[in-house]
């Protein structure tokens, strides 16, 4: 949908200028608009307003979107037996089409080996998959050896 864009005011020259009539019967006045217009501008209507705000509202969607963030646990021991090593993780909030930016978080970590581990583990990975409801990682190499949190940005 595309918005106009290209309302004007109206322009006249002077000030504006009405002419009052009154019902005798009712004692209702109206206003007759006799103002000498150079160009009579648009009216903004309630469409319009529907219209713009579907449209920042839309926008304001995709931003959420963009600025969500999953995290997702894939434990040590839930990768597959052979290579390449895969595995899945379900969460209803991803989608096949979403693209998003992939992070890592450390889990509790109690030592410096345990932080190696993990960097090590995380190094393994040559794809991350979005699937509808889930994410599969493929490590084609080697198997992570260290619980790791996937953090997956813009969802």
Known sequence: MSLKTDYKNDKFSGM????IETDSETGLSTLDDKTEYVEV?????????NNTNKA???IEG????????????????????????KQTVNNAGINDTDVPVPMF????????????DVDRSVGYITDITTNNGSVTITCNYRKPTADFILVL???
Do not use: C, H
């Open 153 to 155: 940005k813009g969802i």
């Open 56 to 58: 920042i509202n839309k």
């Open 105 to 116: 978080e450390y889990p509790v970590i109690n030592s410096e080996q345990q932080q190696k």
């Open 62 to 85: 995709t931003v959420n979107d963009m600025i969500g963030a999953i995290r997702l646990d894939f434990p040590k021991t839930g990768w597959s037996t052979q290579a390449p090593y």
């Open 16 to 19: 504006r200028k009405y002419k």
């Open 41 to 49: 501008g648009d009216i903004f209507s309630a469409d319009d307003i």
